[in-house]
């Protein structure tokens, strides 16, 4: 205890020091920690007094855990020097998470550190500096590497080498890629508990880099910034570049006139918690020009394109809820509609009295704001911005928005059905309108009632069916408009007078015992009396159903998104998909899209399958295939072939996509921490624990 020499971390030296003052051994000299192998020397010198010594050819198993993730790696060095707090050092040593003698890579330091740990789980943390990847039986060459603390994998769970890939890319040419990424240093780490008033126990941070070299487009550097501080903030910081002055080839083609090089993005996302009720979120997002994201990271934009600046915040109390936004436009070259600032508050179902015996609710909502609304410069757009079909051009207002509802739920004895009446007023008001010199407002008194009930009852095969109609009708009683047509900015603006009734189906088969499960929900309305005639009539029907069984241990599923038109009796949009899995090493999926465009005319109809094989516990085969059915021509191929090894596992990656040409990749990933994609809505219902 104090300044009494440890041994290994694990035994107080003081305690028999005055037995013994030196322990030498020489041998084959084995431990084991928990039964299990933990480290093998060939020699040991410790003094018992003051705590230091030193280690021979020591090969060593630790197991180091990041945010929950434990892994183990193999550690030699020729000689480790012993410290008075049970520490180890070494000057030259390799690291490896693989287990067999002869690993497919390791990592060459030239400074090691291990600390014992209080973990009872973990036995040190490591710090290695000086760093080189060095790969032996695969293919041989070393990379350099930065400082790596404590973990194979960063905190939130990727491995710090995230592998290299490199081929031939119908869009960017020849290409190599690297990745890595660690936990920030201990620095940092004291910084940022300062800062944020936190200790550095609750402080986790990670950085990472990864670089591309595109033959035909320069070199594409990414880096990133992530920070957990307990559980009050968390950040990320993403910013990548790329001297670029070639054609765009991408969703989004910005001509070359219209840019200029270097082309970067910067993405920064954060949330500070007041409370667990009440907290910050600071977005921002900028890039050179339009075509920055989807060119270069063009999986990431279609899922969700990074485009907004703002700051909001948000406050819950019960049922009530208040928020704040300030959004602006960073980038010249976008559509968007700023909000300097806005407020908003909702109050939910709220009782407040009675009427003929039964519950008053209260539900409302008030927003507050100042609205500008701003046009992009060039010819390129995001398909995400929003579009102004208006001529009214750049403009600005403020705007008040109201709506307070007042309702009496009444349940019909214990049949299940509930019928609600109720009544509603909505104001609304700007302090300009299409014409500059006015001063729109408008309000509106409806009256409707929801009619909705929820039934059970047990099927064979100890199948449980839920159904729950509900049939809606509103309509105004009274209205009154002055100061002409608002701005258009939002849905807000839309005219508030009309007739509808909405008719909803929700029917559920749930078999709990074995997860099997057929949903399947309908939506549609009919509206009459708008103020636009050609809002007149049924509006689509909307058709949404996921579907699983078992056939003979087959998993089988099946989801289904439609609309249809009653108008001119068509599909205006279907999306399906089929998964399976015939027997256990083979996956496959079949998939169904087709959409009409405005004028009813087909804009695209596709069939795409998926398949994975998993031929042996080491080799994989997995293959899509996109057709289109409205040319009858290959949208896209991909076909991948993996071998998994003891620590890494390779891959070629074959691809082929319409007006591109054809691709060719090869990659080196390490396995730990590494999660294959989802093949399908099979793979997806698994990790969900859906089946």
Not at 656 to 668: A, N, Y
Request: hydrophobic share 35%; aromatic share 12%; glycine share 10%.
């Amino acid at each position: 205890v104090g300044d009494t020499p440890n041994v290994f971390g694990a035994l107080d030296a003081g305690a028999i020091s005055h037995i013994l003052r030196e322990v030498y051994l020489e041998g084959d000299i084995q431990v084991r920690r928990k039964g299990a192998h933990a480290s093998r020397f060939s020699a040991i010198y410790i003094d018992l007094v003051d705590g230091h010594g030193w280690v021979e050819d020591a090969e060593l198993t630790l197991k180091l855990k990041s945010r929950g993730h434990t892994e183990r790696v193999s550690l030699k060095s020729q000689l480790l020097r012993h410290s008075a707090d049970g520490s180890l050092h070494a000057d030259a040593a390799t690291v490896t998470t693989c287990m067999f003698a002869k690993p497919d890579y390791v990592i060459e330091t030239g400074d090691l550190s291990l600390v014992p740990d209080k973990d009872p789980d973990v036995s040190w943390r490591v710090s290695v500096k000086k760093n080189k990847l060095r790969f032996q039986d695969t293919v041989k060459f070393e990379v350099p590497l930065p400082p790596i603390k404590n973990a194979a994998v960063d905190q939130r769970g990727r491995p710090v080498i995230q592998g290299i890939s490199f081929g031939n890319s119908s869009r960017y040419g020849n290409f190599v890629s690297l990745g890595f990424s660690n936990e920030i240093g201990d620095t940092v780490t004291e910084g940022v508990a300062k800062a944020m008033g936190a200790t550095s126990d609750e402080v986790d941070g990670s950085y990472s880099l990864r670089a591309r070299w595109l033959s035909s487009r320069g070199l594409l550097l990414q880096g990133g910034l992530e920070l957990d501080v307990g559980e009050k903030f968390w950040s990320e910081l993403y910013l990548a570049g790329i001297n670029d002055d070639a054609d765009d080839v991408g969703i989004v083609r910005v001509p070359t006139d219209e840019r200029s090089a270097p082309r970067w993005g910067l993405t920064f996302r954060s949330r500070y918690l007041l409370t667990e009720q009440e907290w910050f979120d600071f977005v921002l997002a900028k890039s050179s020009d339009a075509g920055f994201q989807s060119e270069f990271y063009e999986p990431e934009f279609t899922s969700f394109e990074e485009r907004q600046a703002y700051v909001h915040w948000r406050k819950a109390n019960d049922a009530q809820y208040y928020s704040a936004i300030v959004q602006v436009r960073l980038d010249d070259f976008r559509n968007e509609v700023e909000r300097l600032p806005e407020a908003g508050f909702y109050q939910g179902l709220e009782p407040v009295g009675e009427l003929f015996g039964e519950p008053l609710l209260w539900v409302g909502d008030a927003d507050v704001g100042y609205l500008r609304r701003l046009e992009g410069s060039g010819t390129a757009r995001s398909p995400f911005d929003p579009v102004f079909v208006d001529p009214y051009g750049e403009r600005e207002s403020g705007r008040v928005l109201t709506t307070q509802r007042l309702e009496v739920p009444v349940h019909v004895g214990g049949s299940g059905i509930r019928f609600t009446p109720y009544t509603a007023v909505t104001g609304q008001a700007w302090t300009e309108g299409v014409d500059p010199d006015s001063s729109p407002a408008r309000a509106a008194l409806f009256a409707g009632a929801e009619l909705s009930g929820e039934f059970h009852r047990v099927l064979p095969g100890n199948y449980l069916n839920t159904i729950v109609p509900s049939i809606g009708f509103r309509g105004d009683l009274a209205d009154v408009e002055e100061g002409g047509d608002p701005i258009p900015f939002d849905r807000n603006e839309e005219p508030l007078t009309g007739n509808v009734v909405d008719l909803v189906l929700r029917s559920r088969f749930t078999r709990p015992q074995d997860k099997r499960r057929f949903d399947i929900g309908l939506r549609t309305a009919y509206a009459y009396e708008t103020t636009k005639s050609q809002d007149d009539g049924w509006l689509p029907m909307s058709v949404l159903s996921e579907f699983y069984t078992e056939y003979k241990n087959i998993p089988v599923g099946f989801t289904y998104d439609m609309r249809f038109d009653f108008e001119e009796s068509n599909t205006v949009y279907s999306r399906s998909a089929l998964g399976l899995e015939p027997w256990e090493p083979l996956g496959l999926e079949f998939g169904y899209n087709r959409g009409l465009d405005s004028a009813y005319e087909r804009l695209y109809e596709a069939a795409s399958i998926a398949a994975r094989w998993d031929i042996n516990w080491k080799w994989d085969l997995e293959g899509r295939q996109t057709i289109s059915l409205k040319g009858e021509d290959n949208l896209y191929s991909e076909f991948t072939l993996r071998r998994y090894g003891h620590d890494l596992f390779f891959e070629v990656r074959y691809a082929m996509r319409q007006g591109e040409g054809s691709s060719i990749s090869f990659g080196l990933k390490p396995v730990v921490g590494h999660r294959l994609d989802s093949l399908g809505l099979l793979d997806a219902w698994k990790e969900a624990g859906l089946r």
